[in-house]
T-cell receptor, first 115, second 117 residues
Framework: AQTVTQSQPEMSVQEAETVTLSCTYD???????LFWYKQPPSRQMILVIR??????QNATENRFSVNFQKAAKSFSLKISDSQLGDAAMYFC????????????FGAGTILRVKS | GAVVSQHPSWVICKSGTSVKIECRSL??????MFWYRQFPKQSLMLMAT?????????EQGVEKDKFLINHASLTLSTLTVTSAHPEDSSFYIC?????????????FGPGTRLTVT
């Protein structure tokens, strides 16, 4: 079974600075998707960024980028120019490309942004 | 973007009663929907996969008779918590992937906060 590990329960960053959230996963599959979701205090899950495993290029969405290391099974999220609105819980998630749409979530990282 | 709604957003019920939570995909069809449970500052725990027109698939450790799931149409899944107890108090979230080839994105409902007194 696939597992997703987020080893940082909480992180803090100063406004306008850069922060990196870590995520590792375990799978025997070669084709899959990885996601970072943001859950603000409203608790609505918001997709931040996604990565297809077959793509070597790291995904980027504005201030959010990932460092995808397939061999190391690592998928970190970098947030540049952090803003107060980035404060939230962030979840890393895995989805098989072949076997259904089920998402496997990590434990989450609470990100605090200091002004 | 695609929208998933949940109703109610917050419900308070007395111990021993049943409560129904609805999950609707508003602008797309979803033959599959997922139900999660989330405790404060914890991750989403998958409870079951709701399948349109067939029985739900429950995760290990989830009581089928306590958490009844019905997926009667391509846009609606319901979760009924039967004989609720205070330990069932939690935040329940549904999600639905769009039924489209190569679609990998899931759309989440806003969640339902259940408080059992």
């Amino acid at each position: 079974a696939q597992t997703v590990t987020q080893s940082q329960p909480e992180m803090s960053v100063q406004e306008a600075e850069t922060v990196t959230l870590s995520c590792t996963y375990d799978t025997s599959e070669s084709d899959y998707y990885l996601f970072w979701y943001k859950q603000p205090p409203s608790r609505q899950m918001i997709l931040v960024i996604r990565q297809e495993a077959y793509k070597q290029q790291n995904a980027t969405e504005n201030r959010f980028s990932v460092n995808f290391q397939k061999a190391a099974k690592s998928f970190s999220l970098k947030i540049s120019d952090s803003q107060l609105g980035d404060a939230a819980m962030y979840f890393c998630a895995y989805r098989s490309a072949r076997y259904g749409n089920k998402l496997v979530f990590g434990a989450g990282t609470i990100l605090r942004v200091k002004s | 973007g695609a929208v998933v709604s949940q109703h109610p957003s917050w419900v308070i019920c007395k111990s021993g009663t049943s409560v129904k939570i609805e999950c609707r995909s508003l602008d797309f069809q979803a033959t599959t929907m997922f139900w999660y449970r989330q405790f404060p500052k914890q991750s989403l725990m998958l409870m079951a996969t709701s399948n349109e027109g067939s029985k739900a698939t429950y995760e290990q450790g989830v009581e089928k008779d306590k958490f009844l799931i019905n997926h009667a149409s391509l846009t609606l899944s319901t979760l009924t918590v039967t004989s609720a107890h205070p330990e069932d108090s939690s935040f329940y979230i549904c999600s639905a992937p769009m039924d489209r080839i190569n679609s990998y994105e899931q759309y989440f409902g806003p969640g339902t906060r259940l408080t059992v007194t």
